[in-house]
């Protein structure tokens, strides 16, 4: 089963632009869009200092981890994790039923102004990768099965 609607280079174009405008807005370091199994498919900002391949993966297995916890105190969903550190923090939130938005900011700014901005984000991005779905519904990408170390080069035509 398809997890990821089948994504165009436009598509790929308004998510980074998406992401571009909310790392200026929320004077963030680095964003991520991620699929729920932690594959990478597009990316904005500095991201020379990280391993933006394993920080997917590891992001959504903690996000997905937070979800069981939910169910274990009688919530049906938690939506987003904060991860505080002393140079840079983590804030990973829900788009839609398939995909993940990862932010990289530096501790100093605060994860009230990330949240805030990431909502229009948010709706941005999901609002693309529906309109991706309703171009070919039910066709897309299972990137677990595809067994690609960087599944970026998946999503960019040159």
Not at 36 to 44: A, I, R, S
Request: proline share 1%; glycine share 6%; net charge negative.
């Amino acid at each position: 089963m398809a997890t990821l609607p089948q994504l165009i280079e436009d598509d790929i174009q308004r998510l980074d632009e998406a992401l571009r405008d909310f790392i200026t807005a929320a004077d963030a370091t680095a964003a991520l869009v991620i699929d729920k199994g932690g594959f990478l498919v597009t990316h904005q900002g500095d991201s020379r200092d990280f391993d933006l391949t394993t920080i997917a993966a590891l992001s959504s297995g903690a996000f997905m981890a937070n979800q069981t916890i939910a169910g274990l105190v009688n919530e049906t969903n938690f939506n987003s994790i904060y991860q505080q550190g002393e140079k840079f923090s983590l804030f990973v939130i829900n788009i839609d039923a398939n995909c993940m938005l990862v932010v990289i900011f530096k501790s100093q700014t605060g994860v009230g102004v990330v949240k805030y901005f990431a909502a229009a984000a948010v709706k941005r991005i999901a609002g693309q990768l529906a309109l991706a779905q309703e171009r070919a519904p039910g066709v897309g990408f299972d990137l677990s099965a595809l067994n690609v170390a960087d599944s970026e080069s998946v999503f960019h035509k040159k």
